[in-house]
């Protein structure tokens, strides 16, 4: 069963940093494009940042400049370091398995996700 486990979110400032992690377990980690989304209040699932296979990023130029995907497949992590937080970013963050947006928002997300909040 594919449990992904979602931490690292909480109250920060404006331009305050946050990372945020994702253990996976259940399916063979290395092997799958992983994908980050948020939600943020009253709204849909948005697409955050995916990391192929081959640990290639990819990123929206709207967060590009502030966020940063990574992966540590030796501990079946998956990662996105935020910076340069902005009130707009608060939302439930989730960590979904594939690549292909357009699928993950059709499944839906499963995982309890990470809240964060951007406020001063």
């Known amino acids: 069963e594919v449990q992904l486990v979602e931490s690292g979110g909480g109250l920060v400032q404006p331009g305050g940093s946050l990372r945020l992690s994702c253990a996976a377990s259940?399916?063979?980690?290395?092997?799958?494009?992983m994908t980050w989304v948020r939600q943020a209040p009253g709204k849909g699932l948005e697409w955050v940042s995916t990391i192929t296979i081959g640990g290639v990023p990819i990123t929206p130029n709207s967060l590009a400049g502030r966020f940063r995907i990574s992966r540590d497949n030796t501990r079946n992590t998956l990662i996105l370091q935020m910076n340069d937080l902005k009130p707009d970013d608060t939302a439930v963050y989730f960590c979904?398995?594939?690549?292909?947006?357009?699928?993950?928002?059709?499944?839906?997300?499963r995982s309890q996700g990470t809240q964060v909040t951007v406020s001063s």
């Open positions: 259940g399916f063979d980690f290395s092997t799958a494009d």
């Open positions: 979904a398995v594939g690549g292909t947006f357009e699928t993950i928002r059709a499944r839906g997300v």
